[in-house]
């Protein structure tokens, strides 16, 4: 486990190694729920994101669902503007939309995340987000 003194709801869980390859800088997993849709606990070490990925599925599985419930971090959708996330923060990511999301660059950042279940549900990892774009994002106490 981290040494941090990040406050959150939730236990920060493991280093999240199975999925390293698609992240940028060190994040974490706790599950929190098994079962036929299984619930997370995703923490970021600050400046960490995940690539851009794209979940899918039909019959309405596939959707991602966020809840941001410590730190600060961000959500973005491809070709749209990035939404910074707060403790409160929701995001509804449909089934087939390109997105990241990660912490901001000072701040640790912590979300809930499930997937809906449905046929046919898989995510498919893409490249990373590039550094120059990341970099250019305000940090915590800034606005896009």
């Given amino acids: 486990m981290a040494e941090t003194d990040f406050d959150q709801l939730f236990p920060l869980g493991e280093p999240n190694d199975a999925f390293v390859q698609y992240f940028i800088g060190q994040s974490y997993l706790a599950p929190l729920t098994g079962g036929s849709v299984p619930v997370s606990n995703v923490s970021f070490e600050p400046g960490c994101r995940n690539n851009w990925h794209i979940h899918h599925g039909a019959d309405g599985g596939g959707d991602q669902i966020l809840l941001c419930t410590a730190g600060s971090g961000w959500y973005q959708a491809e070709?749209?503007?990035p939404v910074s996330m707060e403790p409160g923060t929701t995001?509804?990511?449909?089934?087939?939309i390109k997105h990241w999301?990660?912490?901001?660059?000072d701040s640790w950042f912590s979300h809930i995340a499930f997937i809906t279940p449905g046929e046919g549900v898989s995510n498919e990892w893409l490249e990373p987000v590039d550094d120059e774009q990341y970099n250019t994002l305000p940090t915590k106490?800034?606005?896009v």
């Fill in 101 to 105: 999301h990660g912490a901001k660059a």
């Fill in 79 to 81: 070709g749209e503007e």
């Fill in 91 to 96: 995001i509804r990511v449909p089934a087939g």
């Fill in 141 to 143: 106490g800034e606005n």
